[in-house]
């Protein structure tokens, strides 16, 4: 849908304006971070908290994204709300006002969809495009997305290591410090998108659902690579989901196991978010919440290699489910609450589950009972036949049951306490 989008003349209070449209219906924790002299301070609200905050100050940002937890990290993404750009348009030929007329006239509609808000954060700008929100499981579509507008404003000064669902930005209203600028919102257009939406038309490469690791789609070698793309982070994702139910799970008490934990876990977020600083920064906190944490240089020295590997893009680490779960000492138990990291048992099980479910379901579209719903039915005839002082002779002719098939239930019955 193209509309136009609207110019932004003063307001009162730019910060309100801005966090009403990205978190105007958002449930979850906001993060808001401060940044003082290079001292970091982050800390999480609610959306009405965060309203009652003065915003006019140096160096403030707040994430686009909710957390259930007050822990900034990816497995802990509440609502997806947004999909953003950060142009650092200063390392650019360009001036601010040449990238949006570029943006405007050959872009915006055409190659990209129009943004919600343009927002000049001082020395650059920043697109946001507000979308129906997500839940965490969507993360591997939205990355393919932000990948592709980040192919499409590369010329324009896109930052390659901003590509992150847990990225905080620039408040408007506050200061950039270094332009000495207050950070403005200069356009801002009211349609919200859905992220399908954005896919189907920029972006038809990409499955509209996910049956396996690998996709073949037939189409040739390009859709290939989006396809795998998209769904190794759909792996990764689940990977590090199931590496912290791990952690919850244990209670956080784990000592064997802590090492390969934390280097998979910054393993696949370096894959995930093709971001070294934040992968590092996360397995700092998770190590944080163990009952008996690493030490920081053991920690670093025991995970570097996750990260060499990365870089290196030469190979990596193939962990087959078998070998995770014997590393890791996954129960049966545990099992049934992990995503990937599950035996053939466990798959068997959920099989078995999964036909269960669409038998009964199938059952009662035919407006028909299941076995043991007709049994359930059947019981409780016996048991108010039986309240009533009926013989079971009698009982066997109104049911139309053989007498043998009664005394089975009626045993059953009271050996379960169904029947006095």
């Known amino acids: 849908m193209r509309q136009v989008l609207q110019k932004v003349e003063e307001y009162e209070c730019e910060s309100q304006i801005y966090i009403n449209a990205i978190h105007g219906n958002s449930k979850g924790w906001i993060t808001k971070v401060e940044m003082n002299e290079g001292n970091f301070r982050q800390r999480h609200y609610k959306l009405n908290q965060l309203l009652d905050i003065d ?9 686009l994204n909710t957390f259930y937890k007050t822990y900034r990290r990816i497995e802990n993404l509440k609502e997806i709300n947004c999909i953003h750009m950060d142009l650092d348009t200063y390392k650019t030929q360009f001036t601010k006002a040449q990238i949006l007329m570029n943006l405007e006239d050959n872009y915006f509609g055409k190659k990209i969809p129009i943004p919600n808000l343009i927002i000049d954060s001082g020395r650059g700008l920043y697109l946001i ?9 969507a993360l591997p579509l939205w990355k393919a997305v932000e990948e592709y507008l980040y192919k499409e404003l590369k010329e324009f000064g896109a930052d390659r290591m901003a590509l992150d669902p847990t990225r905080v930005l620039r408040v408007p209203g506050s200061i950039n410090s270094k332009s000495n600028t207050t950070v403005r919102i200069l356009e801002r257009n009211e349609y919200v998108h859905k992220l399908r939406e954005i896919q189907e038309e920029y972006l038809p490469d990409i499955p509209l659902k996910e049956k396996s690791d690998l996709i073949d789609l037939k189409k040739g070698q390009k859709s290939k690579n989006i396809v795998y793309l998209f769904n190794e982070r759909s792996l990764y994702l689940a990977r590090m989901t199931d590496l ?4 919850e799970l244990r209670n956080y008490d ?8 934390l280097f998979l876990y910054r393993y696949y977020l370096n894959y995930f978010l093709e971001d070294e600083e934040k992968a590092l920064n996360d397995i700092l906190e998770l190590n944080r ?12 020295r025991a995970t570097e290699s996750a990260e060499k590997v990365y870089k290196s893009k030469g190979k990596d680490y193939k962990y087959k489910n078998e070998t995770l779960i014997e590393l890791l000492q996954i129960t049966q138990e545990e099992q049934k609450h992990m995503i990937t ?3 053939k048992e466990e798959y068997r099980r959920r099989d078995r589950e999964y036909q269960k479910n669409r038998y009964v379901s199938k059952l009662k579209e035919e407006g028909k009972l299941t076995k043991q719903e007709e049994l359930g039915i059947l019981r409780k005839k016996i048991k108010a036949h039986k309240e009533a002082g009926l013989k079971n002779n009698d009982i066997c002719d109104l049911l139309n049951i053989p007498l043998k098939t009664l005394k089975r239930h009626i045993t059953y019955m009271k050996k379960n306490g169904l029947l006095a």
Not at 254 to 261: L, N, Y
């Open 289 to 300: 919440m163990f009952v008996r944490p690493l030490p920081i240089k053991e920690l670093t």
């Open 55 to 63: 915003f006019t100050q140096e160096d403030i940002y707040i994430s």
């Open 254 to 261: 784990i000592q064997g196991e802590r090492e390969i934990i």
């Open 244 to 247: 912290v139910k791990i952690c």
């Open 129 to 137: 495009w507000l979308i129906n929100p997500v839940p965490y499981r």
């Open 341 to 343: 990291l599950i035996s």
